[in-house]
C-alpha cells in the first residue's frame, strides 16, 4: 500500500462504517489520523483500534453541520501532526435518514433540507475550509455514491445531493488546482455498514447481490485503499474524478425494488378490482 508516513488525514464521519474503514486504511498506511462524528462512543472504539495500529490519532466529537464544528475540527487537524497542515481531508459525513426520504411527490422542505445540508452543502464548506488551510497543497477526497449519477427512486433528495457532490468534486479541482489541491470522489455501491444491515431484509440484500458481478455487497475495508492512493504523492496527476467502487454493478438496485414494488400494488389493486 502506498505510504502516507508524515501525512495528516481527517477522516468526517469516521467513527462507524466507511468512515472507520477508511480511517483504519490511512492509519496503516502510517498517517497521522484525526477522525471526527457527533457520538464519542463510536469514535472512542474506532480511536483504539488506529492506536493499536501503532497511528497518531484523536478524536473530535462535533457536528459537522456548523462553521463552528467545522472550524473545531480543522484546527485539531493542524494541531495533530505537530506540522501546522492538513495533508488529506475525506468528506465521509453523510447520510439519509429513513424519515428524511419518500416518494418525491410527497416530500417536504424539512426532509430535503436535511439530506441536502448534510450531503451538499456541508460538504462543501468542510471541503472549503480544508483548502483554506493546504498551504502546501493537499487532496480531498469526497465521499459520494453511485445514488449520484442514477437513478434514486424513494431516496431523490439523497441523489440529488450526491450528484451535486461529484459537479464540486470537479469544480473544486479546476479552481484548486493551481494551488496544488487535487480534488477526487468515491462512489461507492451497496456497503455493509452497521446502519444498512440493520435495514436491509435478506430477501433485499439478496436482490442486491444478483445486481453484482462479483457476487457480493461491498465491505467497509474496500473503500479504504483507494482513498489512501488519493491522498498518496503517487496520485499527484489526478485530479477531479470520480471512481465508482461497485463490484462491476451497472444495474441501479433501487430502480429495482421500486418498479417491483408498484408492479406489485398495481396486481393487489387489479386483484381486488377483479
Not at 483554506?132 to 433528495?157: A, D, F, K
Not at 468534486?169 to 470522489?185: D, F, P, S, Y
Not at 491522498?231 to 441501479?252: F, H, K, N, Y
Amino acid at each position: 500500500m502506498f505510504s502516507l508516513n508524515g501525512k495528516t488525514v481527517v477522516v468526517t464521519g469516521g467513527g462507524r462504517g466507511i468512515g472507520r474503514g477508511i480511517a483504519r486504511a490511512m492509519a496503516k498506511a502510517g498517517a497521522d489520523v484525526l477522525i471526527t462524528g457527533r457520538s464519542a462512543g463510536p469514535l472512542a472504539e474506532t480511536l483504539a483500534e488506529l492506536r493499536a495500529l501503532g497511528a497518531t490519532a484523536d478524536t473530535v466529537a462535533t457536528d459537522i453541520m456548523s462553521f463552528a464544528g467545522i472550524a473545531e475540527v480543522v484546527a485539531a487537524g493542524l494541531a495533530l501532526g505537530g506540522r501546522n497542515t492538513i495533508d488529506c481531508w475525506v468528506n465521509n459525513a453523510g447520510s439519509a435518514a429513513p424519515g428524511d426520504v419518500g416518494p418525491l411527490i410527497d416530500m417536504d422542505e424539512r426532509q430535503w433540507d436535511a439530506v441536502v445540508d448534510l450531503n451538499l452543502k456541508w460538504t462543501f464548506f468542510a471541503a472549503q475550509a480544508a483548502a483554506r488551510v493546504m498551504t502546501s497543497g493537499g487532496s480531498i477526497v469526497n465521499i459520494s455514491s453511485r445514488s449520484g449519477s442514477q437513478p434514486c427512486p424513494m431516496t431523490g433528495n439523497y441523489g440529488a445531493a450526491k450528484a451535486g457532490v461529484e459537479n464540486l468534486t470537479a469544480t473544486m479541482a479546476v479552481e484548486w488546482g493551481h494551488l496544488g489541491i487535487r480534488v477526487n470522489a468515491i462512489a461507492p455501491g451497496v456497503v455493509l455498514t452497521e446502519s444498512a444491515t440493520a435495514m436491509a431484509s435478506e430477501s433485499r440484500r439478496r436482490r442486491q447481490i444478483e445486481t453484482v458481478p462479483l457476487r457480493r455487497l461491498g465491505e467497509v475495508d474496500d473503500v479504504g485503499p483507494l482513498a489512501v492512493y488519493f491522498a498518496a504523492d503517487e496520485s499527484s496527476w489526478t485530479s477531479g474524478t470520480v471512481v465508482q467502487v461497485t463490484g462491476g454493478s451497472r444495474i441501479p438496485v433501487g430502480v429495482l425494488s421500486y418498479l417491483h414494488k408498484i408492479n406489485r400494488d398495481a396486481e393487489a389493486r387489479e386483484a381486488a378490482g377483479a
